[in-house]
């Protein structure tokens, strides 16, 4: 801690000197000029004094208007002077005390930068007392190095870069003119490879299943609703949403309290209650008239999630809500030098197998699955048996909503929790349970693991938006080849 | 009118779409449209107390757009009984059509006074993207609007129809079609302006778009476009064709075996839907000023399913009805109680399955 501060201290010191200039005008000026190679230069001038007001003026400036002599001038940024200005703001949020805010900083810059903002930076890592913070500031020199006109800087760096993971500098560099950082850089890129290609699979393979347990999640309420009892039911992401805000609402009880890290514990019983009640009350009161016309269904069900949305909306606001992960969920296990696998994915990951094993065993081994069962072969054989069959409805979707409300409160743990929260699972919940085949349970959970992988394997080639619309496509045309799903049910029931 | 119901064959053509009755409603809603509002918006001076304001004509003109979508979706839905929920793709593809050609009228008028559109200066590009290429002539606008959401609508549906996709399956994959088109168009290197779209429309075929005259001719030719989507509809549901789309929604099955191939019927009614939806995004488009993927949101999507459900489906004038009614409805509350817009429509929805399953037309039939 002293010797931290210390460094603070120094680093203070350092640009205290610095600030007594006023900025410079002549810098000011370019930057309001309309050429963007000027406004560049500019930032690059303001930056490489150092001067803490010039944060002040970049971040103005990335809005569109800067002062100058005390007049406002509206100047153009487009994107990639404004990617300059981000930059720029980085390397002055080096000089910050703060350590989190140093780190984050170099972090950004790791990237590669301006090389005109080298100097800045140079001073930065000297003045760094902070090991973790120190090694990304020398990744960060190496990859402003590597623009650098001098051969051997650029050697040098990358050299230096062998050390770091960060590939995509390295493939640019790959294909330079010259020949001798050409193949310096090429060996470097094999060399890095051969070290991090295991930890690449681990950790798309970790992903994979990590995003192919969220869908399962998603989509196993549904697998009961849709899948077993054919009830389009379009509220299912709204039941998803409301499970992640009973979560909160139950965090909201035990924040303070020293069992803060145990509200899991009290907050999976809630949110599977809440989202079952509101699922049981919603068949009693509209779904229950609409069994045997699914178009019907569709449209109701689409109106009871807009009520949903915005009655959330009008309790909690419109503004996403800050759900706290428990503390032994944070951080996460080290397994190679480029794979982290963070706690809470982990425990998502755990969560969906429980979860999974729950419905599995309920439906197989208790009296009220085989009830469910038994009603959704054949209604008519149940009913004479003596089977109630619409309460046996009530209570199986009952079971799927709450399953539902299971997903959000994972689902809580790793992303935003907001009213449009269960909008972005819908169209990909029932995807998974077409995919894998209605009526089958495997298949749900086979088509969740497979998409989840394919998405991030695919994401891995072209970015996450690609990779979703390939995914969509794929499954359109999956559907259209074989409308009956991966696992088809054996039978005569060809017309549903 | 017990001459008009005699064998078709002897019917003069235009007796067989409608009676005096059905005429004169059409003769009404045509005389407001060219008459009424043209006079009473432009001549009539702004301080009088009959004059239209822009906003009005505005507002009525976005329904008719809707009006015409909601016909669309009547067509597959209320008589062929496929429920697609991608026309709001169609009506977006029509729109970013159109939405092309207007942003080359901008020329140089631009907040970077570039020949490119603001947004691909922005991005740094330095040249039009080969999609690009042509959008600066109306008729290839033109042509753009009527073929991107035909040929989309004819592939898709070819291969959904052949393997018999139906119910709620096509439901849902044409869901997942336009929701991934979607993610697509938010794309800003798709090139078609991320997700602010387009807008700032300065000029359309070298008329100001912002003229009270523009304004007025695009109204004019909307509602013309709006009764000529009626008229063909009404004729197509009359014919025997029309007959056959209503048995394939009753028992797809007995028809088949009858000997028809339901996939061509099919098909057609959906290419012919998604072509006047395109239309109707390309009339849209200049009128509301701003097209972006969120109108490919598959919210819209059901939103206008629920219009032609309000107004009746199977009944022509019930999917009219029901577009202006919800989209009136919609008007008044975004503007009134904005935060119990989805309150309302909600309520709509739930309340027109359970106990109008034949909408405002059935109602006024009883």
Redesign the interface.
Known sequence: MLLQGKGAAALAALFISASAFALDRSALEKLASDDNDEKIAAIAALVAEGDPKAADVLKSAAEGEIEVDGKKVEI?V???VRARIAEALSVLKLLSPDNAERHAAATALTGGADPAMLPLVLKARDAEQDPAVKKLLELATAAMQLRSEDKETRLAAIRALAGSDNKALLVEAASDADEDIKRAAQSTLREMDDRLVWGEWLGLAFAGVSLGSILLLAALGLAITYGLMGV?N?AHGELIMIGAYTTYVVQGWFRGSALFDFYLVAAIPAAFVVSAGVGMLLERS?IR??YGR???????T??????L???V??IFGAQNVQVENPAFMSGGIQVMANVVLPWNRIFIILFAAGVLVAMWALLSKTRLGLYIRGVTQNRSMAACVGVPTARVDTWAFGLGSGIAGLAGCALSQVGNVGPDLG?GY??DS??VV?FGGVGQLAGTVYAALVLGFANKLLESWSGA??A??AV??F???F???R?QGLFALKGRAV?? | MSALTLDQGQTPFMWRLYGVKGWTAIGIGGLIAFVVFPVLNLLVPPTSALHISAFWVTLIGKIMCYAIVALALDLVWGYAGILSLGHGLFFALGGYAMGMYLMRQIGREGQYQSDLPDFMVFLDWKELPWHWSMSDQFWWAAVLVVLVPGVLAFIFGYFAFRSRVKGVYFSIITQALTFAAMLLFFRNNTGFGGNNGFTDFKRILGFSITAPETRMALFVITALTLIGTFLAARWIVTSKFGRVLEAIRDAEARVMFCGYNTMHYKLAIFTFSAVLCGIAGALYVPQVGIINPSEMSPANSIEMAIWVAVGGRGTLAGAILGAGLVNGAKSFFTVAFPEYWLFALGAIFICVTLFMPRGVMGLLKR
């Open positions: 153009v487009n994107n990639r389009i379009m509209v008239w609409l699914p178009l019907e269904t569709l449209l109701a689409w109106g009871i999630s807009l009520v949305i915005q009655a909306r009008t909008q819908i169209v029932f995807l077409v938006v690609l979703k619309i969509l496509v499954i359109i045309f559907i259209q080849r409308p017309e549903a």
